[in-house]
């Protein structure tokens, strides 16, 4: 079944998971469809010197990238609709519950987090074992390199895809954006995003200036 939009994420990324609850904000006002996608910060960053980025930043790509491996395994086993649920309930965890915030700061992984992530889905506890399973990376490099593909390169996450497959396909990096519009402002953002993308010859839009990250 075709979608209206891919969503490409990595879940450690606050600002894909910020991106991805504006997404179902307006999802829950409209009838479009989404397919959750992959796109692995550790197979971006892979060859680039890690000791250049803050020092947490290793060991949180990583751990992105094994969350992966669980996400592709339960996209093959149960469905979009379970990758869904997986993310919703990580990034739930990870990110609105603080998580994030305390681990960029030096504060360790709490052990029982995928574990509660895979029991808030509702899904099997045994996914956690794809956690290791490397044959699952071939799916996150695939992915991965569709999403650049689209956009080009030196881009993060998310990366969205409107209307994949038709003649109307258009990709973004983004939007980045710090809190999650809610309502018709949500909508409001959907539309001029979705006019951006497909606007002949768009490539940027920026400025650095970032307010504080609020996952309300």
Known sequence: MASDLEFFFDPVCPFAWIT???V????????YSVRWRFISLAIVNEAKDYSQFPPTYGEVHGAGKRWLRVAAAVDET????GVAAYYTALGTRLHTAGVSRAVLGGAPLPGDLLSGALADAGLDPAFAAAVDDEERDSVLRSDTATALGRTGPDVGTPIL??????DRENSLFGPVISRIPRGADAVALWDAVRTLAATPGFAEFKRSLRDEIDFA
């Open 78 to 81: 149960v469905g979009n609709d």
């Open 24 to 31: 179902a904000e307006v999802r829950a006002q409209t009838d």
């Open 161 to 166: 895809t409107f209307d994949p497959g038709s």
């Open 20 to 22: 991805s609850r504006w």
